[in-house]
């Protein structure tokens, strides 16, 4: 990790921890440094390979798949490799992520002293099963298969976001039907659609927060109340806090209507500059914008996916020292384009519906198989299944003897 190694000639890419996930690699940063050619054999990866993590998220493993070549690895991570043909790494790998993460049988196995890491040494020590291969390649069978299809459905949620891009790249400068275009505050837009500044043609407010210190506005509540935390690109339908009528009486909390979107002004990380729409009736906190359209000349759908289209200019509007925020001022500044048509509107904002239909899809299978993942692992890591289990019996082809 020397200067005279980041700056050599002949650099090689090498693995960090950071590449490493369980059972999976991430090789979209790679950093690279010159190795001497002397030492080079001795710090490379092969296909096959059984990496574990030392440092960071000691235990967390994965295989080296050969997708580049040639391939070092740093020191800390540790490069493990079979010593006989009844092995099968990848099993390896599903197992300590059971026993690091689900089981706790190697808890204390990491030097805590400074850092967590997990050594050389104290990692050839950790006493492991050694079934027969086949049943280790059973096991890997099952298990790979899930991760095999969380990794499609992640592709294609992947391209159904990247999808959404293009289209809103595509249809809010050139319009459903490639119209011609004009030049604005926003840059080109199509021809004939409205360019003005948000609060010209809606209502923008913000919300409030009842005093902690009175019970009365908190306990028992039942309107919802929401927080930036809860404005995500979403239709919000629940909230985790509610108030009470009498907050709302005394207080100058506002209940808005089905429908209001509500802007995030605040908030660390992404969360500053993040729509959403209201699906219930609810209040919200000071920093959040309710932004509402009486003359009902923009449709709320539509403003909703135009304005996560602007997110990023949305975030580059704030100000403020350390942490920036935006304020009811700025919101009502924000440049806004639409077509005048209502019902073109509203087939602007169906189109993206139907997109991120596709995407809560993919995501919601993601998500039921990392669930099974999780519970096939425990149940064959605790016994609970075993490997004849995962093995279906062999077919007779029709007419054979029983």
């Given at each position: 990790?020397?200067?005279?190694?980041?700056?050599?000639?002949?650099?090689?890419?090498?693995?960090?921890?950071?590449?490493?996930?369980?059972?999976?690699?991430?090789?979209?940063?790679?950093?690279?440094?010159?190795?001497?050619?002397?030492?080079?054999?001795?710090?490379?990866?092969?296909?096959?390979?059984?990496?574990?993590?030392?440092?960071?998220?000691?235990?967390?493993?994965?295989i080296w798949d050969g997708s580049v070549t040639p391939m070092a690895f740093q020191n800390h991570l540790h490069r493990l490799r079979p010593k006989s043909d009844d092995v099968d790494p990848r099993f390896y790998v599903f197992f300590l992520h059971s026993a690091f993460t689900q089981l706790g049988i190697f808890e204390g196995a990491g030097n805590k002293t400074?850092?967590?890491?997990?050594?050389?040494?104290?990692?050839?020590?950790l006493e492991v099963p050694h079934p027969s291969l086949p049943e280790q390649q059973a096991i890997v069978g099952v298990l790979g298969k899930i991760r095999e299809a969380e990794v499609l459905h992640g592709e294609l949620r992947a391209g159904a976001i990247e999808l959404k891009r293009a289209a809103m790249e595509q249809v809010f400068r050139r319009g459903l039907l490639?119209?011609?275009?004009?030049?604005?505050?926003l840059g080109l837009i199509p021809e004939g659609w409205v360019v003005e500044e948000l609060g010209d043609s809606h209502t923008v407010q913000t919300g409030g927060t009842p005093s902690r210190r009175n019970s009365r506005y908190w306990e028992g509540g039942t309107i919802p109340w929401v927080k930036t935390a809860e404005v995500s690109y979403s239709t919000i339908t629940e909230t985790s806090e509610h108030i009470t009528a009498t907050?709302?009486?005394?207080?100058?909390?506002?209940?808005?209507?089905?429908?209001?979107?509500?802007?995030?002004?605040?908030?660390?990380?992404?969360?500053?500059?993040?729509?959403?729409?209201?699906?219930?009736?609810?209040?919200?906190?000071?920093?959040?914008?309710?932004?509402?359209?009486?003359?009902?000349i923009v449709d709320p759908d539509y403003l909703y996916y135009f304005l996560e289209w602007q997110y990023e200019n949305i975030r580059a509007r704030a100000h403020g020292g350390q942490q920036q925020n935006l304020?009811?001022?700025?919101?009502?500044?924000?440049?806004?384009?639409?077509?005048?048509?209502?019902?073109?509107?509203q087939e602007i904002a169906t189109l993206f519906r139907s997109i991120d239909q596709k995407i809560e899809l993919h995501q919601a299978r993601l998500d039921?198989?990392?669930?099974?993942?999780?519970?096939?692992?425990?149940?064959?890591?605790?016994?609970?299944?075993?490997?004849?289990?995962?093995?279906p019996p062999a077919r007779t082809s029709e007419g054979s003897a029983a």
């Open positions: 990790m020397s200067a005279a190694a980041r700056a050599g000639n002949d650099k090689v890419p090498f693995l960090r921890t950071s590449n490493v996930l369980w059972d999976r690699l991430d090789l979209s940063s790679l950093d690279e440094m010159s190795i001497p050619a002397r030492e080079l054999p001795e710090k490379l990866v092969e296909l096959g390979d059984l990496l574990v993590c030392e440092g960071g998220e000691i235990g967390r493993a994965a400074t850092i967590p890491n997990l050594s050389s040494s104290r990692l050839a020590a490639s119209e011609d275009q004009v030049d604005s505050l907050a709302l009486e005394e207080t100058n909390v506002k209940l808005f209507p089905a429908g209001t979107l509500l802007l995030a002004m605040y908030g660390q990380g992404v969360t500053r500059g993040k729509v959403g729409k209201l699906g219930i009736k609810a209040t919200c906190n000071q920093a959040c914008a309710a932004i509402q359209c009486p003359g009902g304020s009811l001022d700025i919101v009502r500044k924000i440049p806004i384009a639409y077509p005048r048509d209502l019902s073109q509107q039921r198989l990392r669930e099974l993942y999780q519970r096939v692992l425990l149940d064959i890591m605790t016994g609970e299944v075993s490997a004849d289990d995962l093995v």
